[in-house]
């Protein structure tokens, strides 16, 4: 089992920036692929950006390449997303997901989910 929890969520202007983290427990990730999702209201979840644990490898949503950033920290078994130039459009749950499998954008291959953390971007 691996355990998920997101944090540092909030509200934000247009054009602004926000750092969430996803901290892991349960199991060693070197095997495993870490990405985010989000989840806007009335909408199906969506990929968002994810980093493959061992060597770091990272892939993005065409929506967010160029101002969102996925990384990790291994020491602190911890994945962040920098988002920077925020607009309106990405107001969502943004949720934080572990799979071994490599079909990165698909929600189903993905195992454990953390619990979500509300980012809002307001115009």
């Known amino acids: 089992q691996v355990q998920l929890v997101e944090s540092g969520g909030g509200l934000v202007q247009a054009g602004g920036s926000l750092r969430v983290s996803c901290a892991a427990s349960g199991r060693t990730l070197s095997s495993y692929v870490m990405a985010w999702f989000r989840q806007a209201p009335g909408k199906e979840r969506e990929f968002v950006a994810a980093i493959i644990w061992s060597g770091g490898s990272t892939y993005y949503a065409d929506s967010v390449k160029g101002r969102f950033t996925i990384s990790r920290d291994n020491a602190k078994n911890t994945v962040y997303l920098q988002m920077n130039s925020l607009k309106p459009e990405d107001t969502a749950v943004y949720y934080c997901?572990?799979?071994?499998?490599?079909?990165?954008?698909?929600?189903?291959?993905?195992?454990?989910w953390g619990q979500g953390t509300q980012v809002t971007v307001s115009s």
């Open positions: 997901a572990a799979t071994q499998n490599r079909r990165l954008v698909l929600t189903r291959e993905y195992d454990y």
